[in-house]
């Protein structure tokens, strides 16, 4: 009977546990999907393109062909500071993953032990009794993952460690950006003081000038005062951009990792990009963009920890081992006993329903909010890939404007200039309007060329480019 009975179990029952087990571990953990493409539809405000090239491919080796920059973004990647604190987060995130996997191996033991017992003479009915046991055994212990919850917080600790390096990506695309922007920044002020001093050097002649029409009484004494006022206006100018450029050298310093202190660099008119500004097709950001990418990570560490809370509702089923050896004389403690025992144990949550039930709840809604992240960082991505190319594409037509702009203000520089010498049509008011406004042109100019370099660095970064 007992034969017949245990045969039942091993070839009807057991097996039927064993399938209840897997279907309940079915249903109880999910397998987690990425958020389909479509997302990513009419994300660009500008034409969609099936071109695939994308800017964000090119080294940043190649996009920055100015070598000492290049030797700057290589002292950024090695000691910013930010950049070594990414790489640490990493290492713990790291850490938290093999602890993960550990997890759903056995845990293992040991233990030495020596009891000395004595019994009284009363006890006994005779003299004291001693008594002295040897004792070692190993011991282990393995919950096993029937629901799936060790293996979702396995893909949970793994996803949050992708997340530490997508974010040491960004952290790495957003220095080169800063480095190469700040750069561009400093290039720009050099040119916008050397246009200063040439000016200040001009107007210096034509104070003399001036004085020296005033003596021949070609102008009277208030264009001569007029002159010197000039003079003044562009020199005043001068420790504003001295200083501009001592506080942005100090700040690509600190991006730099170094104290503050001068940096070494070439000339604005140098800067030239040979590339066409390809943006490549929206759902390309969903790789390239580190912060989309951790925002989608995001997501999925989310999703696991649902599955986590949905699996605690469920039974743990625990087996623990132990075994070894006892003797009561050291001498012969390898002949000795042997002893070992298994156990198998379900330990099912009672009186905590309603706290795991908030818990899947608050899963729930973290991943909600892991997946409106993920949008909101994937729209912003397609509005600074806008707003980026937009701006180059501006800035070049404002450059078409500004060669006539600065050709019209020099003629007209010059010819009131000849006017002042052989003529009363006009006067140094006149003069004095022309020259301030060629001054600020020229200044403007170098804006322009500063907010193209630094598109092209934008767009670049928005589009996910520097880290690989």
């Known amino acids: 009977m007992h034969s017949t009975m245990n045969k039942y179990i091993n070839h009807r029952v057991l097996p039927l546990l064993i399938a209840l087990l897997l279907t309940a571990c079915g249903v109880v953990t999910k397998t987690y999907k990425k958020p389909d493409k479509s997302v990513t539809d009419n994300l660009y405000r500008e034409a969609r393109s099936t071109d695939s090239t994308s800017l964000a491919d090119m080294p940043w080796r190649e996009l920055f062909t100015d070598s000492i920059l290049q030797q700057l973004i290589q002292e950024g990647l090695n000691q910013n500071l930010d950049l070594q604190s990414a790489l640490e987060r990493m290492n713990q995130a790291k850490a938290s993953l093999t602890k993960s996997k550990l997890s759903l191996l056995p845990s293992l033991s040991g233990s030495a032990d020596v009891t000395q017992t ?29 629901w799936g919850k060790l293996t979702s917080s396995k893909k949970a600790a793994l996803a949050a460690y992708l997340q530490t390096d997508a974010a040491r990506r960004g952290v790495q695309t957003t220095l080169i950006a800063n480095i190469a922007n700040t750069y561009y920044t400093l290039l720009a002020l050099d040119k916008q003081l050397a246009i200063t001093r040439e000016t200040v050097k001009n107007r210096l002649e034509e104070v003399e000038s001036m004085k020296l029409m005033k003596e021949a009484a070609f102008v009277n004494g208030a264009a001569f005062v ?49 590339t066409n500004l390809m943006m490549g097709v929206p759902s390309q950001l969903l790789n390239n963009r580190p912060d989309v990418l951790e925002a989608e990570l995001a997501i999925r560490e989310a999703f696991e920890n649902v599955n986590i809370a949905r699996a605690s509702f469920y039974p743990s089923l625990t087996i623990t081992a132990n075994g070894g050896l006892s003797s ?101 008011t006149d003069v004095l309007t022309c020259e301030q406004s060629l001054l600020s042109a020229q200044l403007s100019s170098v804006s322009d060329q500063l907010q193209k370099l630094q598109a092209v660095v934008d767009l670049y970064k928005a589009l996910g480019g520097g880290w690989k």
């Open 328 to 428: 009561f004389n050291l001498s012969d403690f390898f002949n000795n006993t042997l002893f070992y025992n298994l156990v198998g144990g379900l330990t099912q949550p009672l009186f905590k329903q309603g706290q795991l039930t908030a818990n899947l709840i608050s899963a729930k809604s973290q991943q909600q909010e892991a997946y409106n992240t993920f949008k909101t960082t994937l729209l912003t991505a397609g509005k600074e890939v806008s707003n980026a190319l937009y701006a180059y594409q501006m800035a070049e037509e404002k450059e078409l404007f500004r060669v006539k702009q600065l050709e019209a203000l020099e003629q007209s520089v010059t010819i009131t200039k000849t006017l002042l010498q052989y003529s009363s049509s006009t006067n140094y």
């Open 118 to 146: 004595k019994l009284s003479q009363k006890a006994t009915q005779s003299t004291d009794l001693y008594s002295t046991v040897w004792e070692a055994g190993i011991g282990a212990s393995w919950e096993l993952d029937i």
């Open 226 to 274: 007029q002159s010197q006022a000039n003079l003044y206006a562009a020199e005043v100018s001068i420790p504003d951009l001295e200083q501009s450029i001592r506080e942005t050298e100090n700040a690509l310093c600190i991006i730099l990792g170094r104290v503050p202190g001068s940096i070494k660099r070439g000339t604005l008119t140098e800067q030239t990009f040979q």
